[in-house]
T-cell receptor, first 115, second 113 residues
């Protein structure tokens, strides 16, 4: 596996503002993903963060709301834009492709509360 | 697209008993099926996975079985212990793609001492 960190671990934000979440992994990985987990719910894939190109978004998620960057093979950011209380959730990054395998490992998550 | 159904949503067992959680998937192209354990306030942890070329895999007290024809897979935990209490999620790759995981809704397992 790999050591995956996320910043911030939690935040409380005001409606209408934006928050950028960082995901850092200690080794190069081919795949990085962003998930959302609403309270008491399952994990929903937001997008695949592609290195050197635009992220691939799942149905229901758009780039204007969740812009993603992936400048290299160890780092990615997810921005939650123009936040509303409905965006309150845990946001998790995951990494895959270690040793050529598709197994995914999750970061510790960012708990976001929007007032 | 891929849809993953998971049952039961809650499961309560006595310590030492076995627990079984079942999942079905819709996309016959799915080829990778991981199981994650999530304790309260923590990240999901991979506990076991299986690929479509294998019917069964075991790791100590945990086993996973896969029936490709019926498109279902199951997690079996034997000799349960209180520390097995957590929410368990199954997942399947979407459309055979590398990496895109579709998760079931989760099973809250409670093991009573």
């Amino acid at each position: 596996s790999a050591v995956i960190s996320q910043k911030p671990s939690r935040d409380i934000c005001q409606r209408g503002t934006s928050l950028t979440i960082q995901c850092q992994v200690d080794s190069q990985v081919t795949m990085m993903f962003w998930y959302r987990q609403q309270p008491g719910q399952s994990l929903t894939l937001i997008a695949t963060a592609n290195q050197g190109s635009e992220a691939t978004y799942e149905s229901g998620f758009v780039i204007d709301k969740f812009p993603i960057s992936r400048p290299n093979l160890t780092f990615s950011t997810l921005t939650v834009s123009n936040m509303s209380p409905e965006d309150s959730s845990i946001y998790l990054c995951s990494v895959g492709g270690l040793a050529g395998m598709d197994t995914q490992y999750f970061g510790p998550g960012t708990r976001l509360t929007v007032l | 697209g891929e849809n993953v159904e998971q049952h039961p949503s809650t499961l309560s067992v006595q310590e030492g008993d076995s627990a079984v959680i079942k999942c079905t998937y819709s996309d016959s192209a799915s080829n990778y099926f991981p199981w994650y354990k999530q304790e309260l306030g923590k990240r999901p942890q991979l506990i076991i996975d299986i690929r479509s070329n294998v019917g069964e895999k075991k790791d100590q007290r945990i086993a996973v079985t896969l029936n490709k024809t019926a498109k279902h897979f199951s997690l079996h935990i034997t000799e349960t212990q209180p520390e097995d209490s957590a929410v368990y999620f199954c997942a399947a790759t979407a459309g055979g793609s590398q990496g895109n995981l579709i998760f079931g809704k989760g099973t809250k397992l409670s093991v009573k001492p």
